[in-house]
C-alpha cells in the first residue's frame, strides 16, 4: 500500500533539469502573506488603534536597489481595518526592527526615542572633540569627576552592606519566634483558665438548683403531709364562718347560731307562743300514750332542746345528728303528727 503523502519523486535516468524552461517573473513581483502588525500603530485616515500582534493578510515585496550588508529588505501592504486605507511599512535589518513607511504613525516607542537622542549627543561630542582640545580636556574632567561620584556611591553601598551582614538575622528571627511562641502559650493558659472558671460557676449553679429543687420537694411533701391533719382537725361547721376570720370563729359561732334561729322566727313563727303555728300543735291523748310513745311537742321543749343542739355543736365542734324528744326519730314524729290530725278530725 502506497504512503498518503509522498515526498520522493521518481526521476527517470534521462533526466536533465536544464531541458525545463524557466519561468521569466518580475523582481517586483508580490506575494500574499499572514503576518501580525511588528508594533501599536494609528492610522492617519480615520484615526483607529492597530494593536501590536494583530493579524493581517498582507502582500510582501522585495525593496529594488536597498541592501543591509546584503540582506535584502522587504516592504509589506496592509488595509485598516475600519477606513481600508493602505498602510506600509518595511524591516529594519540594521535595528532588528520595523521602520513605518506611510498611512500610519507609530505609537509607544519613546526607548526608541531615547536611544535615538543618545545616539545623535555622542555623535556631536565626537564632531565637536576632533575640532576642539579644549572641549576634549572638559569631557574628560568631567567624566573623571563622574567616576569618582560613582566610587564613592558605591563605597557607601558597601558599608551599607557590611553593616548589615553584621546583623543577626537568624538571631532576631529565632528570638520573635520564641517570643510568639510564649504568647501562644499564655493565651493558650489564659483560655484553659477561663474555660476552668465558666465549668466551676455552671457547676455551682448546678448544685443551687439542686438544692432548691430538694427544698421545694420537701415543703411541698410536708405541706402535702400537713393537709389531711389540718382537714381532719378543722371544724365541719366552719363552713358557714367562712367569710369570718378564724380568731373569731370560736367566739362568735354561738352569735351567728342565734342570729339564725332568730331570722327564722322573725319569718316563720315559734311554736308555743300562740303564734301562727301554734294551732297546728295538738296534745296526745293519754290513752295513745300505751301504744305509742309521747310526741307531744311543746314550745318550751322544742326551744330548750334547740337551745341544747346548739350548746352541744358549739362545745363539740363536730356535727352530730339531731336527736328527737325521747329517742324517737322524724318518722316516728310524722307519725305523732299524722295521728294528732286524725284524733283531732274525730
Given at each position: 500500500?502506497?504512503?498518503?503523502?509522498?515526498?520522493?519523486?521518481?526521476?527517470?535516468?534521462?533526466?536533465?533539469?536544464?531541458?525545463?524552461?524557466?519561468?521569466?517573473?518580475?523582481?517586483?513581483?508580490?506575494?500574499v502573506?499572514r503576518?501580525?502588525?511588528?508594533?501599536?500603530?494609528?492610522?492617519?485616515?480615520?484615526?483607529?488603534?492597530?494593536?501590536?500582534?494583530?493579524?493581517?493578510?498582507?502582500?510582501?515585496?522585495?525593496?529594488?536597489?536597498?541592501?543591509?550588508?546584503?540582506?535584502p529588505?522587504?516592504?509589506?501592504?496592509?488595509?485598516?481595518?475600519?477606513?481600508?486605507?493602505?498602510?506600509?511599512?518595511?524591516?529594519d535589518?540594521?535595528?532588528?526592527?520595523?521602520?513605518?513607511?506611510?498611512?500610519a504613525?507609530?505609537?509607544?516607542?519613546?526607548?526608541?526615542?531615547?536611544?535615538?537622542?543618545?545616539?545623535?549627543?555622542?555623535?556631536?561630542?565626537?564632531?565637536?572633540?576632533?575640532?576642539?582640545?579644549?572641549?576634549v580636556?572638559?569631557?574628560?574632567?568631567?567624566?573623571?569627576?563622574?567616576?569618582?561620584?560613582?566610587?564613592?556611591?558605591?563605597?557607601?553601598?558597601?558599608?551599607?552592606?557590611?553593616?548589615?551582614?553584621?546583623?543577626?538575622?537568624?538571631?532576631?528571627?529565632?528570638?520573635?519566634?520564641?517570643?510568639?511562641?510564649?504568647?501562644?502559650?499564655?493565651?493558650?493558659?489564659?483560655?484553659?483558665?477561663?474555660?476552668?472558671?465558666?465549668?466551676?460557676?455552671?457547676?455551682?449553679?448546678?448544685?443551687?438548683?439542686?438544692?432548691?429543687?430538694?427544698?421545694?420537694?420537701?415543703?411541698?411533701?410536708s405541706?402535702?403531709?400537713?393537709?389531711?391533719?389540718?382537714?381532719?382537725?378543722?371544724?365541719?361547721?366552719?363552713?358557714?364562718?367562712?367569710?369570718?376570720?378564724?380568731?373569731?370563729?370560736?367566739?362568735?359561732?354561738?352569735g351567728?347560731k342565734?342570729?339564725?334561729?332568730?331570722?327564722?322566727e322573725?319569718s316563720?313563727?315559734?311554736?308555743?307562743?300562740?303564734g301562727?303555728?301554734?294551732?297546728?300543735?295538738?296534745?296526745?291523748?293519754?290513752?295513745?300514750?300505751?301504744?305509742?310513745?309521747?310526741?307531744?311537742?311543746?314550745?318550751?321543749?322544742?326551744?330548750?332542746?334547740?337551745?341544747?343542739?346548739?350548746?352541744?355543736?358549739?362545745?363539740?365542734?363536730?356535727?352530730?345528728?339531731?336527736?328527737?324528744l325521747?329517742?324517737?326519730?322524724?318518722?316516728?314524729?310524722?307519725?305523732?303528727y299524722?295521728?294528732?290530725?286524725?284524733?283531732?278530725?274525730?
Amino acid at each position: 500500500m502506497s504512503e498518503r503523502k509522498v515526498l520522493n519523486k521518481y526521476y527517470p535516468p534521462d533526466f536533465d533539469p536544464s531541458k525545463i524552461p524557466k519561468l521569466k517573473l518580475p523582481k517586483d513581483r508580490q506575494y500574499v502573506v499572514r503576518l501580525m502588525a511588528p508594533f501599536n500603530m494609528r492610522c492617519k485616515t480615520c484615526g483607529e488603534y492597530i494593536y501590536k500582534g494583530k493579524k493581517f493578510n498582507a502582500r510582501k515585496e522585495t525593496v529594488q536597489n536597498e541592501l543591509y550588508m546584503g540582506l535584502p529588505i522587504f516592504r509589506f501592504y496592509i488595509k485598516c481595518t475600519r477606513c481600508l486605507a493602505e498602510i506600509t511599512f518595511k524591516t529594519d535589518p540594521e535595528n532588528t526592527d520595523y521602520a513605518m513607511e506611510h498611512g500610519a504613525t507609530r505609537n509607544f516607542q519613546a526607548e526608541k526615542l531615547i536611544e535615538e537622542e543618545e545616539k545623535r549627543i555622542q555623535e556631536e561630542r565626537e564632531e565637536e572633540e576632533l575640532n576642539n582640545p579644549m572641549k576634549v580636556l572638559e569631557n574628560r574632567t568631567k567624566d573623571s569627576k563622574m567616576e569618582m561620584e560613582v566610587l564613592e556611591n558605591l563605597q557607601e553601598l558597601k558599608e551599607l552592606n557590611q553593616r548589615q551582614a553584621q546583623v543577626d538575622f537568624e538571631g532576631m528571627i529565632g528570638r520573635y519566634r520564641e517570643l510568639e511562641k510564649r504568647e501562644k502559650e499564655k493565651e493558650k493558659e489564659e483560655d484553659e483558665r477561663e474555660t476552668k472558671e465558666m465549668l466551676d460557676r455552671a457547676l455551682v449553679k448546678r448544685l443551687r438548683d439542686s438544692d432548691s429543687d430538694s427544698e421545694k420537694e420537701e415543703s411541698s411533701s410536708s405541706s402535702s403531709s400537713s393537709q389531711p391533719k389540718k382537714a381532719i382537725t378543722d371544724k365541719p361547721t366552719d363552713v358557714l364562718t367562712t367569710d369570718i376570720p378564724r380568731e373569731a370563729q370560736g367566739t362568735s359561732s354561738g352569735g351567728v347560731k342565734r342570729a339564725k334561729v332568730e331570722s327564722w322566727e322573725r319569718s316563720v313563727g315559734t311554736l308555743g307562743k300562740g303564734g301562727a303555728l301554734g294551732s297546728l300543735v295538738v296534745r296526745k291523748k293519754p290513752a295513745a300514750a300505751v301504744s305509742k310513745p309521747s310526741t307531744v311537742v311543746t314550745a318550751s321543749a322544742s326551744s330548750s332542746q334547740t337551745d341544747s343542739k346548739t350548746s352541744s355543736v358549739e362545745s363539740n365542734n363536730v356535727a352530730k345528728p339531731v336527736n328527737t324528744l325521747n329517742g324517737s326519730s322524724s318518722l316516728s314524729l310524722l307519725g305523732a303528727y299524722s295521728d294528732s290530725d286524725s284524733n283531732e278530725s274525730e
